[in-house]
């Protein structure tokens, strides 16, 4: 063992390899703190190598699907379309976030925990083994590129915020 990955890295981590089946993501709506969670259930994961003479890029594609299930305060109006948007816009922010520290922690402990050679072995073996014996220096300057694109499939059984007086 090289190393131990915290609670972000750790969904991050599994968020990348595909074996997130649910889990809690905080953001904070308007505010300086996380108050509102989102719940996902479905995730799915895409892994693409891209490799030119510029070097090699591992795109990472992230889809998912959850709901709304806690707010503070009643700081989001459920009923407005923007404001679900903007919302969405702040879970996809903060899963490409934690998938970025995941693979930042992982090339500082120089673990390819991700199996990405193995992906470039498996999708084109000719370039694998012209680079095999230097994959431990070229994953510490691998490009990866994020994208997450979870949607708010039940914004609550609410159609108002509560105000609480």
């Known amino acids: 063992m090289v190393g131990l990955l915290n609670e972000v890295e750790t969904q991050g981590a599994l968020l990348i390899k595909n074996q997130a089946r649910g889990g809690v993501i905080t953001v904070a709506y308007n505010s ?15 892994l693409k190598p891209i490799i030119s003479h510029e070097g090699i890029t591992i795109e990472i594609s992230i889809k ?19 404001n679900l948007k903007e919302l969405e816009r702040l879970i996809n922010r903060q899963v490409e976030h934690r998938c970025r520290i995941a693979v930042s922690r992982a090339k ?4 390819d925990i991700f199996g990405f050679g193995d992906l470039i072995h498996r999708t084109n073996p000719r370039a694998w083994r012209q680079i095999e014996n230097q994959w431990g220096d070229i994953l510490q300057t691998l490009n990866v590129k994020i994208s997450a ?3 708010v499939e039940q914004p609550g059984l609410i159609e108002q915020p509560i105000k609480i007086q």
Request: glycine residues 4%; proline residues 0%.
């Open 32 to 46: 300086d703190h996380a108050n509102i969670s989102y719940l996902f259930r479905n995730a799915r994961t895409r």
């Open 64 to 82: 998912g699907t959850g709901e709304m299930i806690e707010e503070q305060n009643a700081v989001l109006d459920i009923t407005r379309e923007q």
């Open 108 to 111: 500082e402990l120089k673990s």
């Open 149 to 151: 694109h979870f949607t």
